[in-house]
């Protein structure tokens, strides 16, 4: 696919691997980067041949969030506020549109993590539907150690990932966890010995998502979303509703007749 200069995007047999691509700073977020991972997402979610995505970094890290070189304040012309960014503006429009994208877009997103995941970076990670990480990898809410609160969604996600006294916790020391302890806390759903491993690891799942049943996946993720917002009734009443669409996929179809004539189900994603 043409037009990504910090992005890798790959897409082969159901699965679009995206790569972030700035080694040399543990992938940390330019304006560029971000607005790039955009369009991939975009891309990804209008593909039907595109069935699971898996989202990795390029080198040793994951993702270092914010690219701090471009955030540097000069001090002598930092009377007032002039010269400070506007970091307001700068998640609302680079970073809020791929959380929201990767927790809405209905198919499955894996994160490999194959390394350290700081600041926004740990956030991207958090957003994703399913992580694998490498043992060496580390989660860091960075963002109190430069005077930041936990952006892109990390106050909204983490909680609901570990709960809420230890994600309060890391939000408020900046201190990394591990991937065993990460593993321990729910936080990861694998952890490998190696990248390959890892790499192995996800593959085999992002196969499996490829070649599921892909409208119901995304009506699952739809589900779990929607459920952490609305009490029993009102989501018993939205699940009749996305039942009821489920039941018109020709994968619905499929599953039931394989099962009735005993074989494997093929479903085209449907
Ligand atoms: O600004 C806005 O728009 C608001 C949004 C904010 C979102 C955010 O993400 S704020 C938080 C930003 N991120 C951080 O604060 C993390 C900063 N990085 C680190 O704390 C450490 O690098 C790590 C713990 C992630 C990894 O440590 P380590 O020891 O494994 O690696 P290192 O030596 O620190 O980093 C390797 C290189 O990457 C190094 O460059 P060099 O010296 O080899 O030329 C380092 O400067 C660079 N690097 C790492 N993180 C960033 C970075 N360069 C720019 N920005 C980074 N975030």
Same mark, same amino acid.
């Given at each position: 696919?043409?037009?990504? /200069?910090?992005? $890798? ?15 040399? @700073? ?14 991939? $997402?975009?891309?990804? /979610?209008? &593909? ?14 994951? @993702? ?11 001090? /002598? ?73 936990? &952006?892109?969604?990390? @106050? ?33 759903? @694998?952890?490998?010995?190696?990248? /390959? ?7 085999? $799942? ?24 609305? &009490? ?39």
């Amino acid at each position: 696919m043409a037009g990504y /200069e910090h992005l $890798l995007y790959d897409v082969d047999d159901g699965i679009l691997t995206i790569t972030l691509n700035r080694p040399d @700073c543990l992938n940390a977020f330019n304006d560029e980067m971000s607005f790039e991972l955009q369009k991939a $997402l975009k891309e990804a /979610e209008k &593909d039907k041949a595109v069935r699971c995505v898996i989202l990795t970094g390029a080198g040793r890290g994951f @993702c270092a969030g914010q690219d701090l070189r471009s955030r540097s304040i000069n001090a /002598e012309s930092s009377n007032g506020n002039g010269d400070r960014p506007h970091l307001g503006e700068s998640i609302r429009k680079r970073y809020s549109p791929i959380i929201s994208k990767l927790r809405n877009m209905e198919k499955p997103i894996i994160a490999l993590v194959n390394g350290v995941a700081a600041g926004a970076g740990a956030s991207i990670a958090f957003a994703c539907d399913m992580r694998i990480a490498v043992k060496e990898a580390k989660f860091i809410q960075a963002f109190v150690k430069v005077g930041l609160i936990p &952006d892109s969604g990390a @106050c909204w996600l983490l909680p609901r990932l570990i709960g809420y006294g230890r994600a309060l916790d890391l939000a408020l020391t900046g201190d990394a966890i591990n991937a065993e302890t990460a593993y321990q806390w729910g936080l990861v759903n @694998c952890v490998k010995d190696s990248l /390959e491993e890892a790499q192995t690891a996800t593959q085999e $799942l992002a196969n499996r998502y490829a070649q599921g049943p892909t409208q119901a996946i995304g009506l699952i993720k739809r589900a779990m979303n929607k459920a952490m917002t609305l &009490d029993l009734d009102a989501y018993l009443d939205y699940e009749a509703d996305l039942q009821e669409i489920a039941g018109r996929s020709d994968d619905y179809k499929e599953g039931v007749s394989a099962f009735l004539e005993k074989r494997t189900a093929q479903f085209t994603g449907r």
